[in-house]
């Protein structure tokens, strides 16, 4: 993240632009915005020197509605966009933000890609299973037996992909899961997110309330991860517990410590023309 | 003065180092004062297969190829029969080759020229650790007239990484070969240049354009392996960290064109190089970098297509996609350069210009230009003034994409930078309003539109938007690498007293139809030269300009380059009586 902190720490709703959000009444991921400008405020970021950078999908409208700089590019091509922002300015805060369709599914090389790359920035994916932009396909995370989605009327009959157990095995230097009900909870995770070296892969689960809205339920059935099993270092111990617990504990799940990538931009010479030497007869 | 020069083709199979021995060659020649160029054909082996290396030396500059090849030195008389067609021969064209190599018995194939034998294999094998190919490059030497000392001053430089023994083994196969040329025929026709006073480089298209994009400021590179383009990333991967920039090799041309645009939007000028096929999978966000009007070039050095096509060879038919692959209304620059050399102003001119626009450059190189060395005339150092309009300060609001204003009327409007206190906004590829918030409303649609294709149209471009040589009431107008050829063929009619015009296009979009006007003007007569099949440079033309000229059309599908005598050809009944 950048170093150079507010003296003063601005109110989370100065993060905010003025632009009303797209989002239906009572999306998670209204709760996610809430939780973006309350890890900033807590991080005293200068919002000149954050960039949230994001694709097409609801939840990748979220940089119009802050007051940092943004970038809102096409689907799927965020954590690209946002690698060459962080690679060419390595003094910014920089965080990709989108959903599940975006990120995992169009965006799934690049998902894999910018794991094992391990830029020092952070990744926010709001999951809610569907596709809600285009109104009610089923997504890479959709579950198998889904019969609402138009275009899998008996389901999709394919595992779900699991984001966190890939981006453990792709290199994710940070893993954690969030609720998007809990505003703050997702805040305090966010900043640790953001505070630590190199990649780090938040999933917050977000509800759709117009086309999932038994999502409604996963405030009551996400739990926090017993203590023991938080913020491990080790990754057999991480792979253990995002494989077998359904997708229900939040938390921060696996902290790694992989060399970040940056490479350095320091010019060596002090005139191009040394490069005409190796071109002269 | 008429051009002196000799073309010679050198053909080998299974490594045996033809390349090698090409460079040798030219970079010898560029000692002893000649100029000269050396292209490459090869098949799809990575390792082994035919290759051939395809020289002209010449006494002034010249990206040409000749009509036909003076000289052939068949290292393996095999691999001739491949480049039959890529290697045209006259009568008394010399074809040296050994009659003991080659599964065949020194089998050649029905070509016409004279056939003499050199005992290439026999002779490295009396030295140890020796090559037939050096054999063969000092017998060359001999038959051209090259001074064997100007062969030695070269391998330090080109043989430098293969250790001392080789150097040596190599310096006695040269001598060997040379005294065993002196039984042959000798071509005399190079006299030796006497330009050794002035600068001279040699370098290859890709060179020149990656040594363009640092001259005009691209400090960030990402891109994906590609054929013919890789030379280029990787001159630039040595290259960018010098001057405290970056490459990364991306995952694929899609988060190459991605992490390009990102950044830029950080205010680092960034380019990304690639072929047809990288292209195509990154039309969808160029089209963003001219939505949300953030600088991006992307070079696109040509190959043969449609699909994967031929890899390795070259071909102007990436035009259309150039120009018109971008969904929706989507104003963009489209360059090309126009010789190799012409590689470092026109890449350097592209950066400026999507810099100072603020928009999307793709750069249309190809095989025959990137992956040729030449040796030239230092490129001038070129200076433009204009770069990225960045605000200097912030009213109380910050309009990202006022359509009028402190930019002027110009409609590029000042782009701040992240970290500019002030000039926070959301750069998209949504329609937007002037604040850059998304927008539906058919009024901010049209303005923005109208503001994307003001800025590129009303720029002034000045001269270099086309290379225009010659008088006369005929032209012959072309792009790209075709102009070499067609630039010779005109210089042997000028010889002839006829003064035909050229007229060689840098700018491709936006067109500029006031300027063709006026290039154009008196001009009867127009013969359009392209390489590609579906005559997409003609259609273009057809579409974007008034011709008003009796025209005919020269085209032809990659890869076989065109040859002066060919265009002379084409120009039949438009001038007198010419000699081919």
């Given at each position: 993240m950048n170093d150079e902190t507010l003296n003063v720490q601005l109110q989370p709703k100065q993060y905010k632009s003025a632009v009303k959000p797209v989002w239906c009444p009572g999306c998670g991921d209204f709760g996610v915005l809430g939780s973006i400008t309350k890890a900033l405020a807590g991080l005293k970021v200068q919002p000149e020197n954050a960039a949230i950078i994001s694709g097409i999908g609801c939840s990748s409208r979220m940089p119009t509605y802050l007051s940092t700089y943004g970038f809102h590019g096409v689907h799927g091509r965020a954590l690209a966009l946002a690698t060459g922002l962080k690679t060419a300015r390595p003094d910014l805060t920089v965080i990709a933000t989108g959903g599940d369709g975006d990120g995992f599914s169009i965006g799934g090389n690049h998902f894999l890609h910018t794991c094992r790359r391990n830029p020092d920035m952070t990744y926010i994916v709001m999951d809610n299973q569907v596709y809600g932009m285009t109104k009610g396909q089923a997504s890479p995370t959709t579950e198998p037996n889904w019969q609402r989605g138009k275009l899998t009327p008996a389901g999709t009959g394919i595992n779900p992909f699991q984001p966190l157990a890939i981006a453990l095995a792709s290199g994710a230097n940070f893993i954690a899961r969030c609720s998007s009900s809990d505003s703050n909870g997702t805040a305090r995770i966010l900043m640790q997110a953001i505070r630590h070296p190199g990649f780090s892969m938040v999933q917050v689960l977000s509800p759709c309330v117009t086309f999932r809205p038994e999502q409604r339920e996963w405030k009551n059935m996400l739990i926090a991860a017993p203590v023991a099993m938080q913020a491990t270092s080790d990754p057999a111990e991480a792979a253990r517990l995002l494989l077998t617990d359904e997708g229900i504990y939040t938390g921060i799940l696996y902290v790694g410590e992989r060399p970040v990538y940056q490479p350095k931009l320091e010019s060596s010479i002090d005139d191009i023309a040394e490069f005409e030497e190796e071109f002269r007869i | 003065m008429k051009l002196q020069a000799l073309s010679i083709a050198l053909t080998g199979s299974g490594g045996s180092g033809v390349m090698t021995t090409g460079s040798l060659l030219l970079e010898a020649a560029a000692k002893a004062g000649w100029y000269g160029f050396m292209s490459r054909s090869a098949g799809p082996q990575i390792r082994g297969g035919e290759a051939a290396a395809v020289i002209r030396l010449s006494s002034e500059p010249t990206e040409s190829p000749d009509d036909s090849f003076d000289l052939v030195l068949a290292i393996d008389p095999d691999s001739m029969t491949r480049f039959a067609t890529e290697i045209p021969l006259r009568a008394d064209s010399l074809i040296i080759s050994d009659a003991e190599a080659g599964r065949r018995g020194g089998c050649l194939p029905d070509v016409p020229g004279q056939v003499l034998d050199l005992p290439m294999k026999k002779l490295a094998k009396t030295i140890e650790g020796g090559r037939p190919n050096m054999i063969a490059l000092g017998a060359i030497a001999r038959v051209i007239g090259l001074p064997e000392a100007s062969i030695y001053s070269v391998f330090e430089k080109i043989l430098k990484s293969k250790g001392p023994d080789v150097i040596e083994a190599s310096r006695a196969c040269v001598q060997a070969g040379f005294n065993a040329g002196a039984g042959l025929p000798v071509i005399e026709r190079l006299t030796a240049a006497a330009d050794l006073d002035t600068e001279r480089w040699s370098i290859t298209g890709n060179e020149a354009a990656g040594l363009g994009a640092i001259r005009g400021g691209i400090r960030f590179v990402a891109a994906y392996p590609i054929t013919p383009a890789t030379e280029l990333l990787e001159w630039l991967a040595a290259s960018l960290p010098r001057v405290g920039g970056v490459l990364v090799q991306a995952e694929d041309e899609l988060a190459s064109i991605n992490q390009v645009i990102g950044a830029s939007f950080g205010g680092t000028p960034a380019l990304t190089a690639t072929s047809g096929p990288g292209l195509a999978l990154m039309t969808e966000s160029i089209g963003l970098a001219v939505c949300a009007e953030v600088p991006a070039v992307i070079l696109d050095v040509m190959r043969c297509g449609p699909s994967t096509g031929i890899a390795t060879k070259s071909e102007q038919s990436d035009l259309n996609i150039a120009l018109n692959g971008l969904h929706g209304d989507a104003p963009h620059l489209v360059l090309a350069p126009t010789s190799i050399t012409d590689c470092v102003f026109t890449t350097q001119w592209a950066v400026h210009l999507a810099e100072s626009l603020q928009t999307a450059a793709i750069v249309l190189s190809d095989q025959s230009l990137g992956q040729a060395r030449a040796i030239v005339k230092r490129p001038p150092d070129i200076s433009f003034l204009t770069r990225r309009l960045v605000p200097e300060s912030f009213e109380e609001t910050y309009y990202r994409y006022a359509v009028s204003g402190s930019g002027g009327d110009s409609g590029v409007s000042p782009m701040s930078i992240p970290g500019?206190?002030?000039?926070?906004?959301t750069a998209d590829g949504l329609e937007h309003n002037v604040a850059g918030a998304p927008s539906s409303m058919p009024e901010d649609h049209y303005a923005q539109l109208e503001k994307r294709e003001r800025k590129i149209n009303e720029f002034e471009y000045g001269q270099h938007w086309a290379d225009l040589e010659g008088t006369g009431t005929t032209a012959v107008i072309t792009w790209g690498s075709a102009t070499g050829p067609v630039r010779e063929a005109l210089s042997r009619l000028r010889e002839q007293g006829e003064d035909i015009r050229l007229i060689s296009l840098r700018l491709l979009a936006p067109e500029r139809p006031l300027e063709m006007a006026a290039a154009l003007e008196g001009i009867k007569r127009l013969l359009v030269v392209e390489q590609s099949h579906s005559r997409q440079f003609y259609r273009y033309l057809r579409a974007a300009y008034d011709l008003n000229a009796e025209t005919r059309l020269f085209n032809r599908p990659g890869p076989l380059p065109f040859r002066p005598n060919e265009i002379i050809q084409q120009l039949a009944g438009w001038v007198g009586e010419v000699t081919t």
């Amino acid at each position: 993240m950048n170093d150079e902190t507010l003296n003063v720490q601005l109110q989370p709703k100065q993060y905010k632009s003025a632009v009303k959000p797209v989002w239906c009444p009572g999306c998670g991921d209204f709760g996610v915005l809430g939780s973006i400008t309350k890890a900033l405020a807590g991080l005293k970021v200068q919002p000149e020197n954050a960039a949230i950078i994001s694709g097409i999908g609801c939840s990748s409208r979220m940089p119009t509605y802050l007051s940092t700089y943004g970038f809102h590019g096409v689907h799927g091509r965020a954590l690209a966009l946002a690698t060459g922002l962080k690679t060419a300015r390595p003094d910014l805060t920089v965080i990709a933000t989108g959903g599940d369709g975006d990120g995992f599914s169009i965006g799934g090389n690049h998902f894999l890609h910018t794991c094992r790359r391990n830029p020092d920035m952070t990744y926010i994916v709001m999951d809610n299973q569907v596709y809600g932009m285009t109104k009610g396909q089923a997504s890479p995370t959709t579950e198998p037996n889904w019969q609402r989605g138009k275009l899998t009327p008996a389901g999709t009959g394919i595992n779900p992909f699991q984001p966190l157990a890939i981006a453990l095995a792709s290199g994710a230097n940070f893993i954690a899961r969030c609720s998007s009900s809990d505003s703050n909870g997702t805040a305090r995770i966010l900043m640790q997110a953001i505070r630590h070296p190199g990649f780090s892969m938040v999933q917050v689960l977000s509800p759709c309330v117009t086309f999932r809205p038994e999502q409604r339920e996963w405030k009551n059935m996400l739990i926090a991860a017993p203590v023991a099993m938080q913020a491990t270092s080790d990754p057999a111990e991480a792979a253990r517990l995002l494989l077998t617990d359904e997708g229900i504990y939040t938390g921060i799940l696996y902290v790694g410590e992989r060399p970040v990538y940056q490479p350095k931009l320091e010019s060596s010479i002090d005139d191009i023309a040394e490069f005409e030497e190796e071109f002269r007869i | 003065m008429k051009l002196q020069a000799l073309s010679i083709a050198l053909t080998g199979s299974g490594g045996s180092g033809v390349m090698t021995t090409g460079s040798l060659l030219l970079e010898a020649a560029a000692k002893a004062g000649w100029y000269g160029f050396m292209s490459r054909s090869a098949g799809p082996q990575i390792r082994g297969g035919e290759a051939a290396a395809v020289i002209r030396l010449s006494s002034e500059p010249t990206e040409s190829p000749d009509d036909s090849f003076d000289l052939v030195l068949a290292i393996d008389p095999d691999s001739m029969t491949r480049f039959a067609t890529e290697i045209p021969l006259r009568a008394d064209s010399l074809i040296i080759s050994d009659a003991e190599a080659g599964r065949r018995g020194g089998c050649l194939p029905d070509v016409p020229g004279q056939v003499l034998d050199l005992p290439m294999k026999k002779l490295a094998k009396t030295i140890e650790g020796g090559r037939p190919n050096m054999i063969a490059l000092g017998a060359i030497a001999r038959v051209i007239g090259l001074p064997e000392a100007s062969i030695y001053s070269v391998f330090e430089k080109i043989l430098k990484s293969k250790g001392p023994d080789v150097i040596e083994a190599s310096r006695a196969c040269v001598q060997a070969g040379f005294n065993a040329g002196a039984g042959l025929p000798v071509i005399e026709r190079l006299t030796a240049a006497a330009d050794l006073d002035t600068e001279r480089w040699s370098i290859t298209g890709n060179e020149a354009a990656g040594l363009g994009a640092i001259r005009g400021g691209i400090r960030f590179v990402a891109a994906y392996p590609i054929t013919p383009a890789t030379e280029l990333l990787e001159w630039l991967a040595a290259s960018l960290p010098r001057v405290g920039g970056v490459l990364v090799q991306a995952e694929d041309e899609l988060a190459s064109i991605n992490q390009v645009i990102g950044a830029s939007f950080g205010g680092t000028p960034a380019l990304t190089a690639t072929s047809g096929p990288g292209l195509a999978l990154m039309t969808e966000s160029i089209g963003l970098a001219v939505c949300a009007e953030v600088p991006a070039v992307i070079l696109d050095v040509m190959r043969c297509g449609p699909s994967t096509g031929i890899a390795t060879k070259s071909e102007q038919s990436d035009l259309n996609i150039a120009l018109n692959g971008l969904h929706g209304d989507a104003p963009h620059l489209v360059l090309a350069p126009t010789s190799i050399t012409d590689c470092v102003f026109t890449t350097q001119w592209a950066v400026h210009l999507a810099e100072s626009l603020q928009t999307a450059a793709i750069v249309l190189s190809d095989q025959s230009l990137g992956q040729a060395r030449a040796i030239v005339k230092r490129p001038p150092d070129i200076s433009f003034l204009t770069r990225r309009l960045v605000p200097e300060s912030f009213e109380e609001t910050y309009y990202r994409y006022a359509v009028s204003g402190s930019g002027g009327d110009s409609g590029v409007s000042p782009m701040s930078i992240p970290g500019q206190a002030g000039g926070q906004y959301t750069a998209d590829g949504l329609e937007h309003n002037v604040a850059g918030a998304p927008s539906s409303m058919p009024e901010d649609h049209y303005a923005q539109l109208e503001k994307r294709e003001r800025k590129i149209n009303e720029f002034e471009y000045g001269q270099h938007w086309a290379d225009l040589e010659g008088t006369g009431t005929t032209a012959v107008i072309t792009w790209g690498s075709a102009t070499g050829p067609v630039r010779e063929a005109l210089s042997r009619l000028r010889e002839q007293g006829e003064d035909i015009r050229l007229i060689s296009l840098r700018l491709l979009a936006p067109e500029r139809p006031l300027e063709m006007a006026a290039a154009l003007e008196g001009i009867k007569r127009l013969l359009v030269v392209e390489q590609s099949h579906s005559r997409q440079f003609y259609r273009y033309l057809r579409a974007a300009y008034d011709l008003n000229a009796e025209t005919r059309l020269f085209n032809r599908p990659g890869p076989l380059p065109f040859r002066p005598n060919e265009i002379i050809q084409q120009l039949a009944g438009w001038v007198g009586e010419v000699t081919t």
